[in-house]
C-alpha cells in the first residue's frame, strides 16, 4: 500500500510561482507511475502532468512549457514546479501513484493564483 501526501500549495499573484511536493510512504515508490491531477469548483479532475518510473513525462497543453513534473525515487517524492502561474490555475491538486491496477492519491493542496 502507499499513501500519498501533498503539500507546498498556497496563494500566489498571476505569474508567480509554486513548487509541489508530494510524498510516499510505503515500498516499491521508484516502480510507479506518479502524476499530478487538479479540481476545479465545478469541473472535473483533470491530468496535469505525469512522470513513469523511468522518466519520461507527460504535459496537459494547457501547463506545457510552464510546469515541470519530476521526482527522487530516493526521497521517495515527486515535485511539480508552476511557473507564470494563471488565474484559471486555481484548483485543488491531487497526487496519484500508479502501476497495474493499483491506484493510490493524495488527500489534495489548494492552489489560488490571484491578485
Known amino acids: 500500500q502507499v499513501q500519498l501526501v501533498e503539500s507546498g500549495g498556497g496563494l500566489v499573484q498571476p505569474g508567480g510561482s509554486l513548487r509541489l511536493s508530494c510524498a510516499a510512504s510505503?515500498?516499491?515508490?521508484?516502480?510507479?507511475?506518479m502524476g499530478w491531477y487538479r479540481q476545479a469548483p465545478g469541473e472535473q479532475r483533470e491530468l496535469v502532468a505525469t512522470?513513469?518510473?523511468?522518466?519520461?513525462?507527460n504535459y496537459a497543453d494547457s501547463v506545457k512549457g510552464r510546469f515541470i513534473i519530476s521526482r527522487d525515487n530516493v526521497k521517495k517524492t515527486v515535485y511539480l514546479q508552476m511557473n507564470s502561474l494563471k488565474p484559471e490555475d486555481t484548483a485543488v491538486y491531487y497526487c496519484?501513484?500508479?502501476?497495474?491496477?493499483?491506484?493510490?492519491w493524495g488527500q489534495g493542496t489548494q492552489v489560488t493564483v490571484s491578485s
Open positions: 496519484k501513484g500508479s502501476k497495474g491496477i493499483l491506484e493510490y
Open positions: 512522470i513513469s518510473s523511468y522518466g519520461s513525462t
Open positions: 510505503g515500498t516499491a515508490f521508484s516502480t510507479y507511475t
